[in-house]
């Protein structure tokens, strides 16, 4: 069987895997006091960050590494319709 030789006039394909797909997210973190100890807050709701992320645990790295604080749970966020 021969050989088929290269086509230059065909397009290049990327070899880039293709990015994932990504879903919003809302992680509740615990805020830190002046000694970095996890504190309650007043009201005793925990304030989050909205973020989009491949999984859940992704969103929780994500949530740790913008607010410097521990993640106390991480919810996803789902249209309603």
């Known amino acids: 069987m021969p050989l088929r030789a290269a086509n230059p006039t065909r397009a290049r394909r990327s070899r880039r895997a293709p990015s994932p797909v990504t879903r919003p997210y ?6 830190l006091d002046r000694n970095g100890v996890p504190t309650n807050t007043d009201a005793g709701v925990l ?3 909205d973020l989009k992320a491949a ?5 929780q790295r ?3 590494q913008r607010t410097g604080c521990p993640v106390a749970s991480v919810e996803r966020l789902e249209h309603a319709e």
């Open 55 to 59: 999984n859940g645990e992704a969103a």
């Open 26 to 31: 809302r992680c509740f973190y615990a805020p």
């Open 47 to 49: 304030p989050f960050i």
């Open 62 to 64: 994500k949530a740790h």
